[in-house]
């Protein structure tokens, strides 16, 4: 086979050399002059290793082509990153103290140097790409593996090549004096053709060590001659065929003709299988012709490659003999000229490596805190770019899930339609007000709460009796002993005393009285609204509201079909919407992730063309939503449609009738228990502060009865010292009752602002009125509306109006012997009473004027 002697026919290009180079000083001085020192100290790691990379790739001595070669991509990538931070230019504002230096790696004697980053670039790429060729050029080719793995080197190198070619090259002398001619278009365009051709070959070469079909074999084979071909087209020609020693041309012309003979060998045993004699006898003329003209210029050419293009033309001759002799024994074919002859069929294996990936700096830390203005603002730009993008998409979302609820809202969905299974809703503020009320206790819990009322009125009621016959008892003693002794009992009535206190009891039993009024109209407002308030007992409560049925007659029995249909959709339509949430954090997520200033900080092209390739991104979910709403407002039709249907045959209007009108009752039903309930707490806390009220005053009573005990005690005792003719001076002197005298003058009563402070009344009155006297004269009318307690006889101690007031005792001063109940919170001789926070402006209207606390 031709293809055994071809091994290890292939080319490596050498790198290029350089001279030793200083980065760090230069650049960190630029750092220093336009940011700070601060930014220059931090940035001095970086820079240590930007150095270590320029000094490892200057000693090129490597045993190891792959260590080489990563050592040149991590050199490359530091490269991308100065050149957005650090312009290198002879501009005396930018790094203008570097100057690349680089040889021609096939004519040493030449050599660049420019002030260009560039230059930088593309030689480093230039060796790049010579390491992947050595790197092919050590694979073991004899095994199918190694072949393989030779021409994926060999398709890194054309990557690499290609992208000199295409970013760095013209830079490389914009604005420059010339560059060495290596890494010019012409020669990199070249050499990626070269290596194209190479990986390619390995493939043939493997195709046939498989035993791959000739027809096959030719096609892939015909493919490698056209990449030589491609490749010799370059060497030609100016500026390269003065530039590259002769050896070069020859093999690659060699090359490009053994594999187009290879192609038409391989492509005539196809056709002879086909019995296809006389394009075969074309096709094998054609190779050999071929081989005879690249022998001519084969002087100087290796050996190996002379006896490959022998033995295959060796091969071509005995195959076109036997073709010539078989057409004219047998088929007798005319055969065609070669000219005449269509291309070989070609089938392209290989391609250059795309090197945007393993060059990306983007994701590299080097110089990470500088961040020139430029790429400031472009990031400003595109961060406003695809807010706009996220903005849009998030309002037109949020508009299709706006327009579904109207919609279905308008068609009664999906509520009728649930109606039909039992499984009927209410709406949601109505359902939230008959939780709360069922929370709360509901119509049952009422006649708890009125119990409630009734137990807090008897306490009331008791306490008030108890008060009053506290009054009475001493009142009558008060009469007893000045019936017994006379002119001699000369301390005041207890009437006289008690005005206040009395008048304050009769208030609350007033009080008490329109608060039973009150009482028995809530309880029969429970009773005659009992029926209508049942409902909110109902759980769930859904299950008060009706359903809707089946028509009681059908022609065609097509209600399910139809109830089943509409389900469908409104599932469909459901999906949607969770597919509409579902792009909605997609495309807040994508915002979240897309950081594009890595890459700001590592473009060297065109900012426009970055935004358009990384907003792209976001077009496959912009395509998603308008593709989502489009499919909604179509569904939304048929659901319309279906909805037509499915009301006419359920009579849709009667049951919606129905159902508000259950709903007006729900609603009725916790008006009526809100005012019930109402009415009841603000009974429960009237009874109760109430009740505060009358133990206040029954205290102060007591503490009055006590007073007048001890001073009954300590008169009687005068009195009886008198009648036994017994005198004491020092009595005379101060008064008939030293120690109660004494009593009161050391338990004064305290100022104005303590009665305040003890108030229980919820609202006190800004402005108090000064404590009264403990008594009331004749003359001093009580407050108009208050009258004696519906229930007892009048009290003793009432004294009538028409009863001459009895003179203070002693007569020296107003007697004060009743400081414990007199600065208590209810002693109010001006009427204030304890209102309670629900009532109006008068908490305790006058029993003539009815009311109570009951609301309606």
């Not at 769930?540 to 089943?564: F, W």
């Not at 009331?776 to 407050?783: N, S």
Request: aromatic content about 8%; some cysteine.
């Amino acid at each position: 086979m031709a293809s055994s002697a071809l091994s290890n026919l292939m080319l490596a290009i050498h790198e290029k050399k350089t001279s030793s180079l200083d980065l760090y000083r230069p650049l960190r001085n630029y750092v220093t002059f336009t940011y700070s020192e601060r930014e220059a100290q931090l940035i001095e790691d970086d820079l240590e290793t930007l150095k270590q990379l320029r000094s490892d790739v200057e000693r090129v001595p490597d045993p190891s082509p792959s260590a080489r070669r990563d050592l040149l991509i991590s050199y490359y990538k530091a490269l991308c990153l100065v050149e957005t931070r650090f312009p290198i230019s002879p501009d005396q504002h930018h790094v203008n103290a570097v100057s690349f230096l680089w040889y021609d790696a096939f004519k040493q004697k030449q050599k660049a140097s420019q002030q260009n980053i560039h230059l930088e670039k593309a030689a480093v790429l230039f060796n790049l790409g010579a390491s992947y060729s050595q790197i092919a050029l050590g694979c073991d080719r004899t095994t199918v593996e190694g072949r393989r793995q030779a021409s994926h080197a060999f398709i890194g190198a054309a990557g690499a090549f290609a992208w000199v070619r295409d970013n760095e090259s013209v830079k490389a002398m914009i604005g420059q004096s010339s560059t060495t001619v290596d890494v010019r278009v012409e020669c990199v365009g070249m050499l990626e053709r070269l290596m194209v051709a190479q990986a390619q070959e390995c493939v043939f070469e493997n195709t046939i060590a498989k035993g791959s079909t000739p027809g096959v074999s030719a096609k892939i084979a015909s493919q490698a001659g056209i990449y030589y071909e491609e490749a010799l087209a370059a060497l030609i020609v100016s500026p390269l065929k003065d530039h590259f020693e002769k050896g070069w041309i020859s093999h690659v012309q060699m090359k490009a003709a053994l594999f187009y003979s290879e192609a038409c060998y391989r492509y005539g045993m196809e056709l002879h299988e086909k019995e296809e004699i006389a394009e075969e006898i074309a096709r094998l003329k054609s190779g050999a012709s071929r081989l005879a003209e690249a022998k001519k210029s084969s002087r100087g050419a290796p050996a190996q490659l002379v006896e490959a293009m022998n033995k295959l033309q060796a091969n071509i001759n005995c195959n076109l003999d036997r073709a010539v002799k078989e057409n004219d024994r047998v088929y007798l074919m005319r055969v065609p000229s070669p000219s005449s002859l269509s291309p070989l069929p070609t089938f392209s294996m290989v391609k250059p490596m795309n090197m945007a990936e393993i060059l990306d700096a983007s994701k590299e830390k080097m110089f990470a805190i500088l961040v020139p203005d430029n790429s400031a603002k472009a990031l400003s730009r595109y961060t406003e770019m695809v807010d706009d993008v996220i903005r849009t998409q998030a309002e037109r979302l949020q508009q299709a899930s706006e327009l579904t609820r109207v919609r279905l809202k308008e068609m009664d969905l999906p509520d009728s339609i649930l109606a039909v299974d039992g499984n009927s809703t209410l709406p949601t503020d109505l359902k939230d007000d008959v939780e709360a009320v069922q929370i709360s206790g509901g119509p049952a819990g009422l006649e708890g709460e009125l119990q409630q009322l009734r137990d807090l009125k008897r306490v009331n009621q008791e306490l008030l009796v108890q008060t009053e016959e506290l009054l009475q008892k001493e009142a009558t003693e008060d009469a007893q002993f000045r019936s017994q002794f006379g002119t001699r009992w000369t301390r005041p009535q207890s009437s006289t005393l008690t005005k206040n206190l009395q008048d304050r009891l009769n208030r609350f039993a007033a009080n008490l009285k329109q608060a039973g009024e009150s009482d028995v109209k809530i309880e029969r407002s429970v009773r005659e609204n009992s029926a209508l308030m049942s409902i909110l007992d109902r759980r769930p409560i859904e299950a008060a509201v009706p359903t809707l049925a089946k028509p009681m007659m059908s022609l065609d029995a097509t209600e399910d079909a139809i109830v089943g249909n509409l389900k469908q959709s409104l599932r469909q339509l459901e999906n949607l919407g969770a597919q509409r949430a579902g792009l909605e954090d997609m495309l807040k997520e994508m915002k979240r992730k897309d950081d594009i200033l890595p890459k700001l900080m590592t473009s060297t092209g065109s900012y426009e063309d970055m935004f358009r390739k990384e907003m792209s991104k976001y077009d496959h979910i912009c395509q998603d939503i308008s593709q989502n709403i489009e499919v909604q407002e179509q569904l939304l039709m048929q659901i319309q449609a279906q909805n037509e249907e499915f009301s006419t045959l359920f009579n849709l209007e009667d049951y919606k009738a129905s159902r508000e009108n259950c709903y007006k009752q729900i609603q009725a039903a916790i008006s009526k228990y809100r005012e019930i309930k109402e009415n009841v707490n603000e009974g429960l806390k009237f009874y109760v502060t109430l009740q505060d009220a009358i133990t206040n005053v029954k205290q102060q009573c007591s503490d009055f009865v006590m007073t007048r005990s001890i001073q009954c005690r300590e008169m009687i005792e005068d009195v009886q010292r008198q009648m036994s003719g017994l005198s004491f001076q020092d009595h005379r002197s101060s008064g008939p009752y030293p120690s109660v005298h004494q009593r009161t003058a050391s338990t004064s009563p305290p100022p104005p602002e303590t009665q305040n402070s003890s108030h229980p009344h919820p609202h006190p009155h800004p402005h108090p009125h000064p404590q009264a006297p403990f008594y009331m004269p004749a003359e001093q009318q009580p407050r108009p509306g208050y009258t004696i307690p519906p229930y007892g006889p009048p009290p003793p101690y009432h004294t009538p109006h028409s009863q001459a007031p009895p003179q203070p005792y002693p007569p020296q001063a107003p007697q004060q012997p009743y400081p414990s109940w007199q600065q208590g919170p209810y002693y109010d001789p001006q009427g204030q009473q304890p209102r309670p926070p629900y009532t109006a402006h008068n908490p305790y209207p006058p029993p003539h004027q009815g009311g109570g606390y009951y609301r309606q």
